[in-house]
């Protein structure tokens, strides 16, 4: 997929976290996108979304031949994610920092609501910068939403990074967390379908040269 070259390191760094979600662990089909016991699916890191439509392709969500032209005026997939527009977006994003507060707020949902869904969010460690993100991850685990996992991708594009490291942002505010390498599809699995009674955080670190 050509159109978007700035973005291309933002989807590469993804692929192969979003390939073993939809693959693996997300209850979540073509048939199935409006069903409230559906697992959501949250793509804050919105601005690099080439792999997030492949793998929609791929699974059924969308059709392949609107990889083609993707970009063009009258295509449905643009440089972010439309919710509107593309079949299974959950949300609109690509603004840094509102994946995150939108997922505590759809798990909290969900809670209320009773369903049976979880929610993924996934984001980029520079995305942590923002100060919403600070807030969501301090609520999360003061309301004890269990049913949020969030995925960040550390492929070292923060600027100033995290003292301890990006998990131990989530753990001092109470979150569960792990650290897997973000291209081994076991490690990412195991990590995604771990057991948790609290929010959980997965940090895939991916090395710039791959």
Request: aromatic share 8%; net charge negative; glycine share 10%.
């Amino acid at each position: 997929m050509t159109g978007d070259e700035k973005h291309e390191w933002a989807a590469a760094s993804t692929i192969d976290v979003l390939w073993v979600l939809y693959d693996r662990v997300l209850n979540v089909t073509p048939a199935t996108v409006d069903d409230p016991d559906r697992d959501r699916f949250l793509l804050s890191k919105g601005h690099g979304p080439m792999a997030y439509y492949a793998v929609l392709a791929e699974k059924g969500f969308i059709d392949e031949s609107t990889l083609d032209d993707w970009t063009s005026w009258d295509s449905p997939l643009g440089q972010h994610p439309d919710r509107v527009l593309v079949n299974g977006v959950e949300i609109s994003s690509g603004s840094l920092g509102h994946g995150l507060p939108i997922a505590v707020g759809t798990a909290l949902g969900q809670r209320v609501g009773k369903s049976r869904g979880r929610t993924f969010v996934l984001v980029g460690d520079g995305e942590l910068d923002e100060g919403s993100n600070h807030e969501a991850i301090a609520v999360a685990a003061r309301l004890g939403v269990a049913n949020l996992t969030a995925i960040v991708i550390d492929n070292q594009s923060a600027m100033y990074g995290w003292p301890g490291g990006i998990a131990s942002r989530f753990a001092v505010e109470g979150w569960q967390t792990a650290e897997i390498d973000g291209r081994d599809h076991e490690a990412i699995f195991a990590a995604l379908t771990a057991p948790h009674d609290r929010p959980y955080a997965v940090v895939a670190k991916i090395e710039k040269s791959h």
